[in-house]
């Protein structure tokens, strides 16, 4: 599980992100999940976010991405676009998603903020991208969120971006994780003193015969140290 690598700006982390990719070649993984914000969008999200990126078209993220997104063989990576993404949509109706899966078989576009994927006949995964800030309490969102799903929408898992964040609860016989981000820590996040996580998630299930989970694991991969002007 990775999210928020955020290409196209100038703080991302395309060297660790590629590290990590090679993490999971050598551990025989064959499915990633990336719950969103592929892209660091090319719309003003805050006064002075154009300076933060250096691509400015949607055609130059399109670009970028299928010719620089880690590819491995045997991998497969199935996304969600996150609200950076969403802004192209927002500004000219072009969604990015579907553009980049076209151009790269190893790429599964899913949808827009949230998608939900079969695993097995009774094991669904949720890739969620909110659209809330940072909380007070790094478990708050998660919390919130799992508590507005009523009983018969729960995932067994769930895969929240945007938070570029790290933590991992059960809550509701649901298996929820935030998983961290690939992108340094920007001045603005600086700014409003948000603490970031580097890194992404190895995730192992053990399920019955019938598909059911019966023992859930998970690895984080932490990067401690960015990498200045990664691009």
Known sequence: AVADTHLGSKYQQLTHLNTL??????????????????????YK?????????????????????????????GITTKFICGNHDATIIQNGGHDIGRDIARSRDDMVYLGMLNATVEITPNC???LNHPLDGSAYSMSY???????????????????NGHHHKEIVMFYRNIHACEVPCMQARTLWEKGKRIAISM???????????????????HEYIPFYVPIKNDY
Request: net charge negative.
């Open 21 to 42: 990719y090679d993490i999971f070649k050598q551990e025989e993984i064959s499915l990633v999940f990336h719950s969103g914000d592929i892209s660091e969008g090319i």
């Open 45 to 73: 999200q805050r006064p002075g976010h154009e300076a933060d990126r250096f691509l400015h078209t949607a055609d130059d993220i399109v670009d970028y991405i299928v010719e620089n997104y880690p590819k491995r063989s």
């Open 124 to 126: 669904t995964v949720e």
């Open 141 to 159: 969102s998660l919390q919130k969120y799992i508590e507005s799903i009523s009983g018969g929408e729960k995932p067994n898992i769930l895969l």
């Open 199 to 217: 890194g992404g998630f190895i995730i192992e299930i053990h399920v019955d015969d019938e598909g059911t989970i019966q023992r859930f694991k």
